[in-house]
């Protein structure tokens, strides 16, 4: 029987600065977004009735309801479009990014899904309908969509192209100690100080050295390996180390892949309990 498959790429947050809390209670921030190029892989075929089966390293306890983001999607798009067009699928969800990481997650699962079912049974879609269409079900659902580096503000739903920063194919190296980190808390544990914009000229790349995660503070407090990890990295002489949204992943590049191979061969020597992933940006 045909599989469909897509990939939900792994998002990072090259820098994340938080500007102010709203009062519907979400917060005011400008991020730049990029992606990885590895990430949760989805197979879906054709059944008779919808289900959702998880499997992978990080898959245990993750609910396969009609409450994970990946079924949402599917019954998004098939309220909106009819049953038709979007047919009873029986998906498959290899959960290989770490949960509660700060890398996507469930909402690169939601955006992977959107992709699969537009690519096969409603392609005439553009990314930015189909991003706004999702785009309720996660704050980081539309830049999952398309994948690609882009400068977020809002609570991160509006979304322009940074064409100025060439950054694909940059080697990079994802480590996450295994911990999970809750994004409301970490949020809640802001210190309310808006410590500015995130850029304010055209050298996107210089300015990315100044930037900054305004969450990494009260995410270390919620969990002090993210400390040590920055640490580590910051050793390894990459050319830009920091945490990614929420935490606990900190994500390091660098200028050549054996760099990269080589720093995390030296991390897995010393933290054989970490997770790692190499790969590139796209």
């Not at 995660?213 to 990295?233: K, T, Y």
């Not at 200028?255 to 933290?271: I, S």
Request: glycine letters at 10%; hydrophobic letters at 50%.
């Amino acid at each position: 029987m045909t599989a469909f498959r897509e990939t939900g790429w792994a998002k990072i947050n090259l820098a994340l600065h938080v500007r102010g809390r709203r009062a519907d209670g979400y917060h005011e921030i400008e991020t730049l977004f990029a992606f990885v190029d590895g990430g949760d892989a989805i197979a879906a075929e054709f059944a008779e009735a919808d289900s959702l089966t998880i499997d992978g390293e990080f898959g245990e306890n993750l609910s396969a309801g009609d409450d994970n983001l990946v079924m949402q999607v599917l019954a998004l798009l098939r309220g909106r479009y009819g049953a038709d067009r979007v047919p009873l699928l029986a998906v498959t969800l290899s959960k290989r990014l770490p949960v509660a990481a700060g890398i996507g997650g469930g909402s690169a699962d939601a955006a992977a899904m959107a992709r699969l079912i537009r690519t096969h049974f409603l392609p005439e879609l553009g990314d930015a309908t189909l991003a706004r269409l999702v785009s309720p079900l996660g704050a980081d659902v539309a830049a999952c969509v398309t994948s690609t580096t882009c400068l977020g503000v809002g609570v991160g739903e509006e979304l322009s192209p940074v064409p100025e920063l060439h950054l694909a194919g940059t080697p990079v190296l994802l480590v996450n100690p295994r911990h999970p980190v809750a994004t409301g808390p970490v949020f809640a544990a802001w210190d309310g100080i808006d410590r500015g914009p995130l850029f304010t000229g055209a050298d996107f790349r210089a300015q990315l050295f100044s930037a900054r995660n305004d969450l990494q503070r009260p995410a270390i407090a919620q969990c002090p390996a993210i400390a040590d990890i920055l640490l580590e990295l910051g050793g390894l002489r990459p050319w830009l180390a920091r945490m990614s949204g929420s935490g606990a992943t900190c994500f390091a590049l660098f200028d050549a892949a054996a760099e990269r191979d080589a720093a995390a061969a030296q991390l897995a020597a010393r933290h054989p309990g970490w997770w790692t992933m190499t790969g590139a940006l796209r």
